[in-house]
């Protein structure tokens, strides 16, 4: 019996998520808060609000509030609250984060060769193909 799509996603997903955080413990990193500081890093001078971070990740407001929080606390980030809209809570990277990017990002790169290890280029992109296909599936 072949096992669900679905359930080797969640294993697949754990696994990964316990080997990133292996790798970017040196950093004191997880792998949830690399995902909001990459995230935040693509947007370049593009102001990022948690609600941004929110739909990006697709996550619940009190999941990012967490990670910012703890992201803040290490110094990675540093949060304002928007001008007219109080509501409005924009996070901005620190030069700690600068300073770490180049490690963070060789620690992404060590594992996507992880993921994605004895396949040939034509069956990673492939693979990414899929995943993609089977993320607009689902998305809500």
Not at 33 to 59: A, N, W
């Amino acid at each position: 019996m072949q096992p669900d799509i679905g359930f080797l996603l969640k294993v697949i997903q754990e696994h990964l998520d316990r080997h990133a955080n292996q790798l970017f413990k040196p950093v004191d990193l997880t792998s949830s808060q690399f995902r909001v500081l990459k995230f935040v890093r693509s947007r370049g001078q593009e102001p990022t609000t948690q609600k941004d971070i929110e739909d990006h990740l697709q996550v619940t407001h009190p999941t990012v509030t967490g990670i910012v929080k703890r992201l803040e606390q290490k110094g990675f980030v540093r949060c304002e609250f928007g001008g007219r809209d109080r509501r409005m809570k924009y996070v901005y990277l620190t030069e700690k984060e600068a300073q770490l990017f180049e490690e963070m990002e060789r620690s992404r790169i060590q594992m996507e060769h992880f993921i994605a290890g004895g396949m040939e280029e034509e069956e990673i992109a492939q693979l990414r193909a899929l995943l993609i296909k089977v993320l607009e599936n689902v998305r809500v």
